[in-house]
């Protein structure tokens, strides 16, 4: 039935490959997990020109994931899972991952003891809800907006201890604090921008209530402009080019080609004219803006920004309010963006342009420094994770303590239930609890510390807090069991909460596999 270049692989051959495939992904980002995680040096393959291939320096699991090469249909699942985590929630990407090849590590063992797929899938079904109905009755909500802006700094804290802002941890919660409560409950995190720039330290760093775009303004022209009226456009502005593709143009003198420069200035000439007929003073534009073009506008007195990158132009689109417009025959039909003040300001050793005042209150940027590209690299994707995560909690504002607390709460919850459920579910359940403590494990282990003695006293002092939230979890600095309440190791709720769903139903979905096709390779016609 099948083409003889097709592979089949049925029953416990299809099911290893899975479990071999998942498990494999899982340990290669479980060193990352946790504040003393180790980081990974990713080095894509050639370059252009013969050049070295791009290195990375990360320790963030989509980021990792997506770099890697992958062929085993399983692992590529767990990578989906991960990046699926990064999208909605912007963090845990790496728990989701680790969790997943948990539950499958202790699925393979069931399976070796001739428990059927469906019936651990039952089981953990049963148990995720237990875990997912706990995490939810400790889940705490803040009682002010002074709490709720403690809660937030905890919870950028916590994100960051991971990462490789740790050390600055404190000033960068703020800094990301700041900029999310500018979005005033908003998710949408377009309206902070940010901008890397190498030289000075990390502290360095600022956030600037106005929107920055990386350009310069063009010569001869306004460097500052109060009340801006701006017009953003994407057209071309250049006057040495016919615009029809593959024209051509035969002349017999030089007389006709200064006819022809002549044209082209005069049109280009009534084009400006119509641009600062719609009233502006800023005009920003997608594509290049030449000498002639330039020369016009600074004689109008408008601000001329050229060659703008599509994410600036549509941020900036964004912020003021402005309409991206490409015709200028209709001034009445275009937006027009507004700021209170376009000014041109240094930052390191390059000019830049700044619109503050802008429309959308809620836009911002935060600049950047350090002193390396890949050091920027990855302050850029950590802070990001913090910000995705703090802007989630705008839209449920309850959290949970972190440090492998949470984890061991829910296992406590799910051994509890254990004595109601009986048959071979019972066993599916207990494993479902037991791959929640390998998370706080691993914590340990990353740290170098006795994992086995620690998870061992978390599991003890859990069990007595029976009907009350447990605040006991993973002190990393000091290598032994704290109050998370104390050391303010906070998660959000819903992170926390996606991390369970999605590597429950990962898992349970790669348990079901007995079968695995590869189709055919393609044949290329006429070869």
């Known amino acids: 039935m099948l083409n003889p270049q097709s592979e089949l692989s049925k029953g416990e051959q299809a099911r290893m490959a899975s479990f071999v495939g998942a498990l494999a992904i899982s340990d290669l980002v479980k060193t990352t997990l946790?504040?003393?995680g180790m980081d990974k040096i990713l080095q894509s393959i050639g370059g252009q020109t013969g050049a070295p291939g791009k290195v990375t320096v990360t320790n963030d699991g989509a980021t990792i994931l997506r770099s890697v090469s992958i062929d085993n249909a399983a692992a590529k699942v767990l990578v989906n899972i991960s990046s699926t985590q990064d999208d909605v929630v912007g963090d845990g990407t790496t728990s989701?991952?680790?969790l997943a090849g948990e539950l499958l590590r202790e699925a393979e063992l069931l399976i070796k003891d001739h428990i059927h797929p469906s019936?651990?899938?039952s089981g953990w079904r049963k148990a995720c809800a237990i875990a997912v109905n706990r995490l939810e009755k400790s889940a705490r909500d803040p009682e002010d907006d002074a709490a709720y802006r403690a809660h937030l700094i905890n919870i950028a804290r916590t994100t960051l201890s991971s990462k490789i802002l740790s050390n600055d941890k404190d000033y960068f919660a703020n800094l990301a604090v700041d900029a999310v409560l500018r979005l005033k409950g908003n998710t949408d995190i377009d309206a902070i921008r940010i901008i890397k720039k190498q030289g000075g330290s990390m502290k360095d760093s600022f956030l600037d209530p106005g929107f920055i775009l990386q350009k310069s303004i063009g010569v001869g022209q306004p460097k500052v402009i109060e009340n801006a009226k701006i017009l953003v456009a994407n057209t071309a502005m250049d006057t040495d080019k016919i615009k029809i593709f593959g024209a051509k143009v035969k002349v017999d003198s030089m007389t006709k080609v200064a006819e022809i420069e002549k044209a082209e200035k005069e049109k280009m000439k009534a084009k400006v004219e119509k641009i600062v007929k719609h009233g502006i003073n800023v005009f920003v534009n997608r594509q290049?803006?030449?000498?002639?073009?330039?020369?016009?506008?600074?004689?109008?007195?408008?601000?001329?920004i050229e060659h703008a990158d599509f994410d600036g132009v549509d941020r900036l689109s964004k912020v003021t309010g402005a309409e991206i417009c490409s015709t200028f025959d209709h001034p009445e039909a275009v937006k027009l963006g507004t700021a209170e003040k376009v000014e041109e300001i240094i930052i390191g050793e390059e000019k830049m342009i700044r619109f503050s005042g802008v429309s959308d209150s809620r836009a911002c940027s935060i600049v950047l420094r350090g002193a390396s590209t890949h050091l920027l690299d990855e302050a850029e994707r950590s802070l990001h994770d913090a910000l995705c995560v703090l802007s989630q909690t705008a839209s449920d504002r309850r959290v949970v303590y972190g440090g492998g607390c949470s984890e061991v709460m829910m296992s406590c919850a799910v051994d509890n239930e254990l004595t109601?459920?009986?048959?071979k579910e019972q066993l599916a359940m207990e494993a479902?609890?037991?791959a929640l403590r390998r998370l706080p494990a691993i914590i340990a282990e990353n740290g170098g510390y006795d994992s086995a003695q620690l998870v061992s006293e978390l599991r003890s002092l859990h069990a007595t807090c029976k009907d009350t939230s447990p605040t006991h979890g993973l002190d990393m600095y000091k290598g032994k069991v704290g109050n998370m309440e104390e050391l303010g190791v906070l998660e959000s709720l819903k992170l926390k909460k996606h991390v369970v769903l999605h590597a429950s139903e990962a898992?349970?979905?790669l348990l079901r596999v007995d079968d695995?096709?590869?189709a055919a390779p393609r044949q290329r016609q006429g070869r």
Do not use: D, W
């Not at 290049?288 to 001329?304: C, D, H, T």
């Not at 109601?420 to 048959?423: K, Q, V, W």
């Open 34 to 36: 946790g504040p003393k």
């Open 96 to 98: 989701v991952v680790v």
């Open 119 to 121: 019936t651990i899938i």
């Open 288 to 304: 290049l803006i030449y000498n002639y073009p330039e020369q016009l506008f600074g004689e109008a007195g408008v601000m001329a």
């Open 420 to 423: 109601a459920i009986s048959g």
């Open 432 to 434: 479902y609890a037991r």
């Open 507 to 509: 898992a349970g979905m």
């Open 516 to 518: 695995i096709v590869k």
